[in-house]
């Protein structure tokens, strides 16, 4: 039962991994293109580096284990990461795509990370916890964040397309 626990443990960190993996290569991509809402590019850069930290954090766990993150698993969701960020791109309204879009992804995160920590509780991991709480605090941060800022960003919106001004990014 311990080593069907451990199992788990690692496939989770793996795809822990690859979904942070993925959203590098959702954020990246609005980086490049956000021209007009300075707070967003401000706050996604930010979580960038959060994100690349939350990567390194998950590679650590899984070497403590004597095991590596998937590099199949880490392409394949970096792949469908772009295509999304791709897919927004070509919309009108870019930007309050990639906002909800960005806000539904980082609930995906907190209950993956929230799924992980009772797997190390579970398993006795108890010297991941630690890292997979930072992990899921800076997920609900950057969560709590968009939710705040949706508003802000979609009055910016209407305004800009309503002056005639760009209002995609």
């Known amino acids: ?97 990639n906002s909800l879009a960005n806000y539904a992804f980082e609930n995906y995160e907190i209950a993956a990370y929230n799924s992980l920590l009772v797997m190390a509780e579970m398993g006795g991991f108890q010297g991941a916890m630690a890292s997979l709480r930072q992990n899921l605090s800076e997920e609900e941060n950057m969560a709590r964040w968009l939710s705040e800022n949706l508003r802000e960003v979609t009055a910016e919106f209407v305004t800009r397309r309503e002056a005639g001004e760009s209002a995609k990014v």
Do not use: C
Not at 48 to 63: N, V
């Open 1 to 97: 039962m311990v080593e069907d626990r451990r199992s788990l443990f690692v496939t989770g960190l793996k795809n822990a991994h690859a979904m942070e993996n993925q959203a590098t290569s959702i954020i990246k991509p609005q980086l490049k293109r956000i021209e007009n809402y300075p707070q967003v590019a401000r706050r996604l850069e930010e979580h960038l580096r959060e994100t690349e930290t939350q990567m390194k954090r998950i590679e650590d766990i899984l070497a403590s284990l004597d095991e590596d993150h998937s590099s199949i698993k880490d392409w394949m969701l970096s792949a469908g990461g772009s295509m999304a960020a791709i897919g927004h791109s070509m919309a009108d309204d870019e930007i309050l795509k």
